[in-house]
């Protein structure tokens, strides 16, 4: 079994920037694909981002590209999204996830494992 835990959400102004963690525990993530994914209110879960277990193959929704990084570092377990010019559309629970498989998918059902999420909220 694979425990994640999200952290770095929070209220930010419109513009403004956040870096969200997501740590592993009970088995090391360094073959795993991992992802973020979001759903805001109302709303059905979205793809965010995802990367490889080698930072080689990474894929964002058309969205966030150019304001959203996603990375990981293996030795600590834990993957990473920083979040800059961020806008009041971005606002939703962010999801932490890890797909067993190597290859990488923007299909949330394709993922084995979920964090609980961490709220961010952007204001205008």
């Known amino acids: 079994q694979v425990q994640l835990v999200e952290s770095g959400g929070g209220l930010v102004q419109a513009g403004g920037s956040l870096r969200l963690s997501c740590a592993a525990s009970?088995?090391?993530?360094?073959?795993?694909?991992m992802g973020w994914f979001r759903q805001a209110p109302g709303k059905e879960r979205e793809f965010v981002a995802a990367?490889?277990?080698?930072?080689?193959?990474?894929r964002y929704v058309d969205s966030v590209k150019g304001r959203f990084t996603i990375s990981r570092d293996n030795a600590k377990n834990t993957v990473y999204m920083q979040m800059n010019s961020l806008k009041p559309e971005d606002t939703a629970v962010y999801y932490c996830?890890?797909?067993?498989?190597?290859?990488?998918?923007?299909?949330?059902?394709?993922?084995?494992?979920w964090g609980q999420g961490t709220q961010v909220t952007v204001s205008s």
């Open positions: 990367i490889n277990w080698t930072g080689g193959s990474i």
């Open positions: 009970g088995r090391t993530l360094s073959r795993y694909v």
């Open positions: 996830a890890a797909r067993t498989a190597s290859i990488v998918t923007r299909r949330a059902d394709e993922y084995d494992y």
